[in-house]
């Protein structure tokens, strides 16, 4: 917005019928769209060809691999974004540049700490699998109205240097990779 730009907000109708989101998407120039693997499907199915100009942001649900085979050749760039609701939704970030590679969920964003973790709570290893931990500026406070829900998944951060910091459990498996990205199993 700062540079210029400005948004389209699809209505429940658009976002839900294919070929009413590739008219918006013509209609308004569009140049990056967040949608969830199932509104991509949606498009897909309605014929939607891509745009070589497009960014497009894939999150909400887990990325397929054959998604994203067909995605990557018909759009300047396709990012996979992944971070549940209790994190102020994006956590981390990975370009997908081929497919047919394993579709990781990247790096932590600015301001967020990824840990893998083993069943006593301590790192494992790279390469090594555990439970993924997320902390940092995004994490909510916890669940409105359900304390012990709360005190079952957001926990003490002991990685962290700030005062009552806290980490929230996430239950997805994962591993990071040598090169510092994240592997959702």
């Not at 960014?55 to 990012?79: F, H, K, M, N, Y």
């Not at 081929?98 to 990824?114: M, W």
């Not at 790279?126 to 669940?143: H, M, N, S």
Request: charged letters at 20%; hydrophobic letters at 35%; proline letters at 6%.
């Amino acid at each position: 917005l700062l540079v210029g730009a400005r948004v389209v907000i699809a209505s429940r109708d658009d976002a839900s019928d294919g070929t009413s989101l590739c008219a918006l998407i013509e209609e308004h120039d569009i140049t990056c769209l967040q949608a969830t693997p199932v509104t991509w499907r949606l498009l897909l199915e309605a014929g939607w060809k891509g745009k070589g100009g497009i960014q497009i942001i894939c999150g909400g649900e887990s990325l397929p691999r054959d998604l994203a085979v067909a995605l990557t050749p018909i759009v300047r760039r396709l990012w996979n974004l992944y971070g549940p609701t209790e994190t102020t939704v994006w956590s981390t970030g990975y370009q997908i540049r081929d497919g047919n590679q394993p579709i990781l969920i990247g790096r932590p964003v600015a301001n967020t700490q990824c840990y893998i973790l083993d069943e006593n709570r301590r790192p494992v290893p790279v390469g090594v699998v555990g439970e993924l931990y997320i902390g940092g500026d995004g994490l909510a406070r916890g669940y409105h109205g359900r304390p012990e829900l709360t005190a079952e998944r957001f926990l003490p951060d002991p990685f962290s240097t700030q005062p009552g910091a806290r980490m929230y459990r996430t239950g997805d498996l994962a591993r990071y990779l040598a090169d510092g990205n994240i592997e959702c199993l």
